[in-house]
């Protein structure tokens, strides 16, 4: 068996590529590098127990976040180059509805199965 909090691999030149590690807070996490040494894509799992993946743009925000909440709720979010929320689809943990969010607060659409039948509801 090998322990380590933390294991990172280089490329040819000795530039860290990926790096798979425990942080401070108990977070586990595998990131992965452009060749300019910025964190494209982040595969996680949290002290408290979610998971969450990241994908990055040239800038150090998430472009795009995938989770799954507490309550098992599915979260699909992007965001814009500021880090504002522009897109978001959550889907709920039983299927018993679909919330897509354009930019804001409250959702734009929620779509709801009610007794079996679709429903849609804007804001």
Not at 6 to 14: A, K, T, W, Y
Not at 32 to 51: E, W, Y
Not at 84 to 108: E, H, K, M
């Amino acid at each position: 068996m090998i322990c380590a909090r933390e294991f990172v691999l280089v490329d040819e030149e000795g530039s860290p590529r990926a790096n798979w590690a425990i942080d401070d807070g108990g977070q586990a996490a595998i990131t992965f590098f452009d060749r300019n040494g910025n964190g494209k894509l982040i595969a996680g799992v949290g002290k408290d127990g979610l998971a969450i993946i990241s994908l990055k743009a040239a800038q150090d925000f998430p472009s795009t976040l995938i989770t799954v909440d507490q309550n098992g709720d599915f979260k699909f979010a992007c965001l814009d180059k500021t880090g504002q929320n522009r897109f978001q689809i959550t889907v709920a943990a039983d299927g018993s509805s679909v919330q897509l969010g354009l930019g804001g607060s409250p959702p734009a659409v929620l779509l709801s199965a009610i007794n079996g039948k679709g429903e849609i509801y804007k804001a």
